[in-house]
């Protein structure tokens, strides 16, 4: 009986964070699993350092992140990884584990080059609507492939259900839920349903942060930002051309005395001193019998999209939300009155990974 040939394809692996170092596990249980195709890893690197070598040899990533640490090569330039993954002469796979507004804006080089992108980065699909325009563009021309399913709702099936729903003929009508992990940790700890319990606000953010459900800068979340990108990306998904994702309301929680903190770090530290605004807004909500939890929707009719602070009755199933859960509600033609519902935890390094994790084998089966 003939030998059944290996084909292989390389993976190139940009940043090294919470996402990234679950991803890599997770990378190495699939190859382990998975013998066809042979999965390489020819380049990994942070914002830092970088490994590679000129003749693409795998890299053994088992001693992550001393080796990287040890390095003695800085990232390529972006146009030179480009051209780098290009000759390898395989087929290959760029993971963008970052939240780099650079990357993002040279997804169509990478595709453009016939380099295939699995991501959980919000910031290509959620930019300038034409850099959204380039990306799908480069992709069709050269025939790779771009998945990014954790850019919303970390690994639950969020853009391949909207996907589904809207290549198979239905008419997405309107989309609403919790859409960040950390905003529903923040409020399912501090203002439980349950009403014991619920620590100061500013501990509560950096819980997030130690826990990973932050954005590498927590005021990208608390801001609404993080929410908006999430919702540009599935207006657009869902046919509306939003521009951006500070072109309709986002309410932030920044107190106005902190949004020209320096960093994140600055941010965190003073923090505590503005704990009473949030106590305020939950006490009025409680006032009312209700909680208060942070939101957004998109009305495809009226081409609404709006992010920011609710009010829901007890018994409501967004107030009884746990831990980093979304729940993201879509109210279609077919589903009529009885929207599809999706939920689960919403971030963390695991569950994100799983999303990425998941999208590579879609892009194996097509391409390999
Ligand atoms: N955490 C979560 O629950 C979820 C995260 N996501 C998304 O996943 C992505 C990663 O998040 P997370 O792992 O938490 O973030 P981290 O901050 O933990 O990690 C980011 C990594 O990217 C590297 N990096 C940043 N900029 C560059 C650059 N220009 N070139 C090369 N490397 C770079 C950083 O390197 P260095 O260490 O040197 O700075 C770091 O290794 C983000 O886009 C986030 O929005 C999506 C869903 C859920
Ligand atoms: N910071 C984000 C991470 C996932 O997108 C969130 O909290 O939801
Ligand atoms: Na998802």
Known sequence: MAATSVRQVNIAIIGLGGVGKCFLSQLEQLAARRPSPKLVVTYICTSKKALYSTDHVAIDFRDLPSTLAASPHAPLPLPKLADFLGTSG???????????????????????RGISIVTPNKKAFSGPYKLWQDIFAAAAQSGAKVYHESS???????????????????????????????????????????????????????????????EPDPRDDLNGLDVARKLTILARLAGLPVESPTSFPVQSLIPKELESAASGDEFLEKLPAFDAQMEE????????GKVVRFVGSIDVATKQVRVGLEK?????????????????????????????????????????????????????SQIA
């Open 312 to 364: 829901f009755d007890l018994s409501h199933p967004i107030a009884a939300l746990k831990g980093s859960d979304n729940i993201i509600s879509f109210y279609t033609k077919r589903y009529g009155s009885n929207p599809l519902i999706i939920q689960g935890a919403g971030a963390g390094g695991d569950v994100t990974a799983m999303g990425v994790t998941s999208d590579l084998l879609k892009v194996l």
């Open 152 to 214: 919303v709702g970390a690994g639950l099936p969020v853009i391949s259900t909207l996907k589904d729903l809207v290549d198979t003929g239905d008419e997405v009508t309107k989309i609403e839920g919790v859409f960040s992990g950390t905003m529903s940790f923040l409020f399912n700890s501090f203002a439980p349903a349950s009403g014991s319990g619920g620590g100061r606000w500013s501990a509560e953010v950096k819980k997030a942060k130690e826990l990973g459900y932050t």
């Open 281 to 288: 807004t939950k006490a009025e909500a409680e006032r009312e």
């Open 90 to 112: 395989s087929k290959t796979v760029l993971v963008d584990n970052t939240s780099s507004q650079d990357v993002a804006d040279a997804y169509p080089l990478f595709l453009g």
